[in-house]
Nanobody, 116 residues
Framework: QVQLVESGGGLVQPGGSLRLSCAASGFTFRTYTMAWYRQAPGKERGLVATITSSGGITNYAHSVKGRFFISRDNAANTVYLQMNSLKPEDTAVYYC?????????WGQGTQVTVSS
C-alpha cells in the first residue's frame, strides 16, 4: 500500500519556522518528482513547491519563494519542507504528493497554524 505520511506541523508565531517531513512508502520514491501542496479552510488546494527525483531542480509558488525550501533524502524516502518567515496566510493543511505517480492517495496532511 502506498503511503504518504506528513508530520512536523504545529502552531507558530508570525516570523517563525517549521520543518515539515513526508515519509513515503510503497513506490520507488527516488524516481519521482515530489511536491508539497496546501489547503486553507474554504480555499482550493494549491501547489507550494516541487523537487525533481534527484533533487536537482526545485520550484516554488510565488507566495513562498525565498521563504520555503524543499529538499529530499532518497535514501530515507523522505521529502522535507523548511518553512521560514511564516505568515498568517501560510496557515493551512500541508500535504506531500507525487504528481506523476498514479496510485497514491492524498494523506492526512499536517496542520500549520501561524498566529500571534
Amino acid at each position: 500500500q502506498v503511503q504518504l505520511v506528513e508530520s512536523g506541523g504545529g502552531l507558530v508565531q508570525p516570523g517563525g519556522s517549521l520543518r515539515l517531513s513526508c515519509a513515503a512508502s510503497g513506490f520507488t520514491f527516488r524516481t519521482y518528482t515530489m511536491a508539497w501542496y496546501r489547503q486553507a479552510p474554504g480555499k482550493e488546494r494549491g501547489l507550494v513547491a516541487t523537487i525533481t527525483s534527484s533533487g536537482g531542480i526545485t520550484n516554488y509558488a510565488h507566495s513562498v519563494k525565498g521563504r520555503f525550501f524543499i529538499s529530499r533524502d532518497n535514501a530515507a524516502n523522505t521529502v522535507y519542507l523548511q518553512m521560514n518567515s511564516l505568515k498568517p496566510e501560510d496557515t493551512a493543511v500541508y500535504y506531500c504528493y507525487a504528481p506523476s505517480y498514479g496510485y497514491a492517495d492524498w494523506g492526512q496532511g499536517t496542520q500549520v497554524t501561524v498566529s500571534s
